[in-house]
């Protein structure tokens, strides 16, 4: 009971961090990251819901991404539907188009499904970039537009500063783990919990395994549809670079350096996915080499991920003061 009054005493706090955190945060460029992170939370935790929970390593998350900001900027743009129709849209569209590649897919195992999704996250891709007449190639699309304003308790909430569109996508990401949460205390996330311990286990027990690695993998999609969206939306112009297979790598990166299978590790990781670049900065033309060197040193010594480290930590450190008592 007292570890679980812990845990939501520091779940509370770091919840009022991030709701006051544009008015510490002085610097315009830091709080752009913040918005960026807090999108990563989004893709992290689908990310997570097929790789943490079910143990299918999808390398297609970039790509989803990659449809979901095109089918909210298209509906926009193309069909004059308004920026909160189609950001409503874009997760939906994003599943449906899951649902077709995932059924194949999800009928192989191990390897070979990262492989299939790799080349999903290629396809995408080669889309984007060669259908011109539709998606402007790689000239992109520009004057993508921020959601409409609104009116609430006599303020008025327009989206075209950073701050409000960080509140937007603080939301979303309370949104994402909060859904991923629910999942994982629910008999769902149970099975999914089995199938990545042992899935032919489950299946023998009479689990019809693919129907809920379905689930996980479009739910994934669609969450990575809506960061997509909200990315688009931020940005203001949308070409096929943020959508290669480099951004699905390190979808998988944020899960594994967080802690995978965990409902804090994603949130941990997208900080860091973002982050890390930037502080590297200071090294120049080093900058992508040591960024590749930390995430080597970090997969091998802490392949659990940092928020699993942390607890370990403070377990024998509780561990070893109980002693000395």
């Not at 982050?275 to 080093?286: H, K, M, N, S, W």
């Not at 900058?287 to 040193?297: C, E, N, S």
Request: net charge positive; hydrophobic share 55%.
């Amino acid at each position: 009971m007292k570890l679980i009054m812990k845990n939501r005493f520091w779940l509370f706090l770091f919840v009022v961090v991030l709701l006051i955190a544009p008015r510490l945060i002085t610097v315009p460029y830091f709080l752009h990251l913040m918005i960026l992170a807090l999108i990563w939370v989004v893709i992290a935790q689908g990310q997570n819901l097929i790789q943490g929970f079910t143990g299918y390593v999808s390398i297609a998350s970039a790509g989803f991404m990659g449809v979901g900001a095109y089918a909210s900027t298209l509906l926009c743009l193309r069909l004059g539907i308004s920026v909160w129709m189609a950001m409503f849209c874009a997760p939906f569209i994003t599943a449906v188009i899951a649902v077709f590649v995932g059924y194949p897919s999800l009928r192989v195992k191990g390897h070979y499904f990262a492989i299939v999704t790799l080349a999903y996250n290629l396809v995408i891709f080669i889309i984007l970039n060669n259908f011109s007449s539709l998606t402007g190639g790689e000239g992109g699309l520009t004057n993508v537009p921020r959601p409409e304003g609104f009116s609430f308790a006599g303020y008025r909430l327009s989206f075209d500063g950073r701050e409000a569109y960080y509140y937007l996508v603080l939301f979303a990401a309370m949104f994402a783990t909060s859904i991923c949460a629910l999942i994982l205390r629910s008999r769902v996330g149970q099975v999914l919990l089995s199938i990545r311990q042992n899935e032919t286990l489950a299946q023998a027990v009479g689990i019809e395994t693919w129907h809920y690695k379905l689930f996980a993998f479009v739910l994934s999609a669609a969450f990575a549809g809506l960061a997509g969206a909200l990315y688009a939306h931020f940005i203001g112009f949308l070409n096929p670079e943020p959508f290669g297979v480099d951004q699905s790598l390190n979808a998988i990166l944020a899960v594994i350096l967080g802690g995978s299978g965990t409902l804090s590790g994603p949130v941990v990781g997208a900080f860091l996915v973002v982050a890390l670049p930037e502080y590297l900065r200071v090294a120049d033309t080093l900058r992508l080499v040591v960024y590749g060197a930390l995430l080597i040193l970090t997969t091998i010594y802490m392949p659990r991920g940092v928020v699993p480290m942390v607890v370990a930590g403070f377990s024998k450190i509780r561990a070893v003061l109980k002693r000395n008592k």
